[in-house]
């Protein structure tokens, strides 16, 4: 076993169950001692139990070392006295996994909006507030470790998520500043894009394709970005095994000039999208610096 957490405190959000409760098992199994946080809701959200406190329960029996929090992300003062706490009892918080998620899933001409604020309130302000609780800690020890979990939905779409999803892709958006900002003290943001069978997803496929899905198979991606040599900024999927990487990317586009109408632009949209040019860039200013670099070039109209 290579990739150790001995010495490190790790906080995984949402992990009394689910692919949460792996992640947990699998950070204390490597020497981590594990903030288990979870407010034991259903999976719309609502009610409330003790399902952190039987994950701790876990990790003790098999010799590690946990605690649990019962608290919601979305309250930032709560998160903040559960990091103090952490912090008092270990002396650090080196990694945090913000794992917590709901789903309040209707075709958007149904959905209340209620529902889709609630959804961006538990996956977006709450991983915000898990994240600036122990920001200050992790530039002060020059050291973090910070994970947040976006999805498929996310990522590619998927019919009845309008609200799940803009809620996991604003996750993206979270890292790829907050990669920059982190840079400079050895703080590494990572985004996990899991599939596994949980109560999210048990009603969606066959046993036999649950079976292949387990929360196991996707907690080595967590570990690994939870490491000492995690990269940064990466968007790492995982399923079954499987492991990939996804990137937002951008064509190198056309130069159409000054004078170009909307009429040019579909005359030429099969070259605007032309994905054989296309890029990832690893921050905002690069496509600035490409538009400068085109306008440069002679326009294709006139
Ligand atoms: P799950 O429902 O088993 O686990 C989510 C956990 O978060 C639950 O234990 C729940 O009590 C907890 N939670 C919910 N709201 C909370 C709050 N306000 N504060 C603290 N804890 C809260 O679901 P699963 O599948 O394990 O999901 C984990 C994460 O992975 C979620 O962010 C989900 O969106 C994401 N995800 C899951 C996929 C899958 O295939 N299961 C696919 C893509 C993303």
Redesign the pocket.
């Given at each position: 076993m290579t990739i150790s957490f001995e010495g490190r405190v790790a906080i995984v959000?949402?992990a009394?169950?689910?692919?949460?409760r792996a992640y947990a098992l699998e950070l204390a199994r490597r020497g981590a001692k594990v903030v288990v946080?979870?407010?034991?809701?259903s999976?719309d959200?609502t009610g409330h139990s003790d399902?952190a406190l039987a994950v701790v329960a876990e990790i003790e029996a098999a010799g590690g070392t946990a605690m649990s929090d019962g608290g919601?992300?979305?309250d930032f003062g709560h998160m903040q006295a559960m990091v103090e706490k952490a912090k008092a009892a270990w002396g650090g918080v080196h990694i945090l996994i913000n794992?917590?998620?709901?789903l309040r899933d209707k075709s958007f001409a149904k959905m209340e909006i209620g529902d889709f604020r609630t959804v961006v309130d538990?996956?977006l302000i709450?991983s915000a507030n898990c994240t600036k609780a122990v920001w200050e800690i992790m530039k002060a020890q020059a050291y973090g470790r910070i994970v947040v979990?976006t999805?498929?939905t996310g990522l590619y779409g998927n019919f009845g998520q309008t609200n799940y999803g803009a809620a996991?892709l604003s996750l993206v958006g979270f890292m790829n500043s907050l990669k920059l900002e982190g840079a400079r003290d050895n703080i590494k943001v990572n985004a996990i894009?899991?599939?596994?069978a949980?109560?999210?997803?048990e009603a969606l496929m066959p046993p036999a394709i649950l079976e292949m899905l387990k929360?196991e198979f996707v907690s080595p991606a967590v570990a690994y970005l939870a490491s000492d040599d995690a990269p940064t900024g990466v968007i790492l999927t995982a399923a079954a095994g499987v492991y990939a990487a996804a990137q937002l990317v951008e064509t190198d586009g056309v130069n159409l000039g000054h004078g170009a109408t909307a009429d040019d632009i579909a005359a030429h949209f099969g070259e605007i999208c032309d994905w054989t040019t296309a890029k990832h860039y690893g921050q905002g200013g690069e496509q600035n610096a490409k538009f400068l670099a085109r306008v440069q070039e002679k326009p294709v109209l006139g």
């Open positions: 959000t949402g009394g169950g689910g692919l949460g946080n979870d407010l034991g809701g999976r959200g399902a919601s992300v979305t794992n917590a998620g709901i538990v996956h709450g979990t999805s498929s996991k894009c899991p599939v596994a949980t109560r999210m997803t929360p």
